[in-house]
C-alpha cells in the first residue's frame, strides 16, 4: 500500500503559468481533499470530492480547479499561477462512515510561484 | 466561520518529562471528531490521536492521550515520557461525518521543542 501519493514534490512556477498537482491514493477511498499550508497558518480546505465525478469547493477554492474522473486520482489545477498561490499543498484521503473519517495525508508539494 | 484555537504557539519540555497541548474549538454540529496530528520537519502529516465526540472515554496512544471535556469544547493532547523524536509542530483539528465543506478544521499549531 502506497497509501497517498503526490507529485511533484517541488515546483518553481511563473506568474501566468498554469500546471497541475497529481494525487492518488490506493486505499479506495471514497472522500479525497486538497488542503494549503501558509507560515504560520494551520491547513485549508481548498476543494474536496466525495467520489467519482462529484466534486465542491472548500474554504479557498479561488484560483483552482479539480476534478475526479476515478476512485483513485484527484488532480489540482492552477489555472494561473499568482506568487499569492506560494504554498505547501496537501492532498487527503479517507472512508466515510462510523469506520472512516480519518483522513490521511500525502507528503505534500511545495510550490513557489515567481 | 467555526474554528480550532491553539493557543500556545511553542511549547519546550526536557525529555523524558510530560507536556500538555492546549486546544479549543467551537462547532454547532452534535456528531463531529477531534484529531491531533504531527508534523515533523518532513512536512507529512502524521495522526496521532482521534477521539469520537460521542464517546465519553478520551482516546489513548501509547504515550499519547487527550483530555477531551465535550461541554468546555476542549481537547488536550498530553504527551508522557517526552522523547527527542517528539519534537515537531502539533496541529489541532475538527472534522464532520462525511467531510464536507469544512473537511477538517485546523488551528494554527503548536511548534514543541524538547531539550535534551
Known amino acids: 500500500n502506497a497509501g497517498v501519493t503526490q507529485t511533484p514534490k517541488f515546483q518553481v512556477l511563473k506568474t501566468g503559468q498554469s500546471m497541475t498537482l497529481q494525487c492518488a491514493q490506493d486505499?479506495?477511498?471514497?472522500?479525497m481533499s486538497w488542503y494549503r499550508q501558509d507560515p504560520g497558518m494551520g491547513l485549508r480546505l481548498i476543494h474536496y470530492?466525495?467520489?467519482?465525478?462529484?466534486?465542491d469547493q472548500g474554504e479557498v477554492p479561488n484560483g483552482y480547479n479539480v476534478s475526479r474522473s476515478t476512485t483513485e486520482d484527484f488532480p489540482l489545477r492552477l489555472l494561473s499561477a499568482a506568487p499569492s498561490q506560494t504554498s505547501v499543498y496537501f492532498c487527503?484521503?479517507?472512508?466515510?462512515?462510523?469506520?472512516?473519517?480519518?483522513?490521511?495525508f500525502g507528503p505534500g508539494t511545495r510550490l513557489l510561484v515567481l | 466561520a467555526q474554528t480550532v484555537t491553539q493557543s500556545q504557539p511553542e511549547m519546550s519540555v526536557q525529555e523524558a518529562e510530560t507536556v500538555t497541548l492546549s486546544c479549543t474549538y467551537d462547532?454547532?454540529?452534535?456528531?463531529?471528531?477531534l484529531f491531533w496530528y504531527k508534523q515533523p520537519p518532513s512536512r507529512q502529516m502524521i495522526l496521532v490521536i482521534r477521539?469520537?465526540?460521542?464517546?465519553?472515554q478520551n482516546a489513548t496512544e501509547n504515550r499519547f492521550s487527550v483530555n477531551f471535556q465535550k461541554a468546555a469544547k476542549s481537547f488536550s493532547l498530553k504527551i508522557s515520557d517526552s522523547q527527542l523524536g517528539d519534537a515537531a509542530m502539533y496541529f489541532c483539528?475538527?472534522?464532520?461525518?462525511?467531510?464536507?465543506?469544512?473537511?477538517?478544521?485546523f488551528g494554527k499549531g503548536t511548534h514543541l521543542i524538547i531539550q535534551p
Open positions: 487527503a484521503s479517507s472512508s466515510l462512515g462510523l469506520a472512516g473519517e480519518t483522513q490521511y
Open positions: 486505499m479506495n477511498h471514497e472522500y
Open positions: 470530492s466525495v467520489g467519482a465525478g462529484i466534486t
Open positions: 462547532t454547532s454540529e452534535s456528531d463531529y471528531y
Open positions: 477521539q469520537e465526540a460521542y464517546k465519553q
Open positions: 483539528a475538527r472534522g464532520v461525518p462525511g467531510g464536507g465543506a469544512d473537511g477538517l478544521t
